[in-house]
């Protein structure tokens, strides 16, 4: 998890996160109220609730393999773009900028949509590439935002909210903010509104697993019955991969507990089951790599879909 979110950061900050922490539960930066039972409130009750500025439906969310990575992921995503809209890139705009005649960018367009990280550094439309350490030190010098604590609360879609950021109302998909100016303090921001999911979604039953379907090969001993597992390949849509070597473990990891599950792991009922106290590992068959047949196993992991766009160009 810490090398996902880690990596997560590098989209909007041009690097990796330096550091990650877990299991923290004390967000003094980002105080967040919490009452009720968000899987069976009523919406009335939610209604009732939200409006303190200051609650969410839940204060944290239990961790559980490629669930975890949807979840965290949103929040770690929006609080590294949030400070790179609002200081990365306002100071990038004000070295361009500076200089005689409006500087570099004047004959220029420049769009925070063109903004790409290469080499090391920010660009936009042919602009000087700037380090991180020179883009944090103007934002530092101009008072920009250079710390954000995000909260978020999903119930099948993700809760919406409205924050004054610099006297400018801004739309985010979060529902909690503090936020940090230079080397000042963190201050928690009261969100304007707020949308959360209704509560009906709750009935939907939803879940964010990846998808994975195997072709197995194996072969019967049809004395014995004795199955062995000679090769299987696996295909997997996992959405947007992070970082590949985590979701290779995640994939042979789930394949060996399914195999283990499926042809060793024998757990008789009633007496004489594994609950009587005197069972191990030499009665409970733990898989071994040469059980899932490791060294033959494939898989392929099958490329984020993106939604085709239909453009018009006219030319005269």
């Excluded at 979110?5 to 299991?23: N, Y």
Aim: glycine content about 8%.
């Amino acid at each position: 998890m810490s090398t996902s979110q880690s990596v997560i950061c590098a989209q909007w900050l041009g690097k990796p996160a330096d550091e990650a922490h877990f299991s923290v539960t004390d967000w003094s930066s980002l105080p967040v109220e919490t009452s009720g039972d968000p899987y069976i409130m009523s919406q009335q009750e939610q209604d009732t609730l939200q409006k303190n500025p200051r609650w969410s439906p839940s204060y944290c969310s239990p961790s559980s393999a490629s669930n975890s990575a949807y979840y965290f992921s949103h929040s770690t995503r929006e609080a590294a773009r949030l400070i790179f809209e609002h200081s990365i890139w306002p100071a990038a705009m004000a070295i361009w900028q500076s200089g005689i005649g409006g500087g570099q960018a004047a004959p220029y367009i420049v769009r925070k949509e063109d903004a790409r990280w290469v080499d090391g550094g920010l660009t936009a439309n042919g602009m000087q590439i700037l380090s991180l350490d020179i883009l944090a030190q103007k934002a530092y010098q101009m008072g920009n935002i250079t710390g954000a604590v995000v909260h978020v609360f999903n119930r099948w879609q993700w809760a919406e909210a409205d924050f004054s950021i610099n006297n400018q109302s801004v739309h985010l998909p979060i529902d909690g903010l503090s936020i940090r100016h230079a080397n000042g303090q963190f201050t928690p921001l009261d969100r304007q509104q707020v949308f959360y999911p209704p509560t009906q979604r709750n009935n939907a039953a939803v879940t964010y697993y990846s998808a994975v379907g195997t072709l197995a090969e194996i072969a019967i001993d049809i004395a014995t019955g004795q199955v062995e597992l000679l090769n299987h390949h696996s295909i997997m849509e996992c959405g947007n991969l992070i970082v590949p070597e985590l979701v290779s473990g995640q994939l042979q990891g789930g394949l060996a507990m399914g195999i283990g599950h499926a042809l060793h792991e024998y757990l008789p009922l009633y007496e004489d089951g594994p609950g009587n106290g005197t069972w191990n590992f030499n009665r409970y068959h733990m898989p071994r790599a040469s059980d899932v047949a490791v060294w033959k196993q494939t898989g392929d992991i099958l490329p984020r879909y993106q939604k085709p766009i239909h453009q018009k160009v006219w030319l005269k």
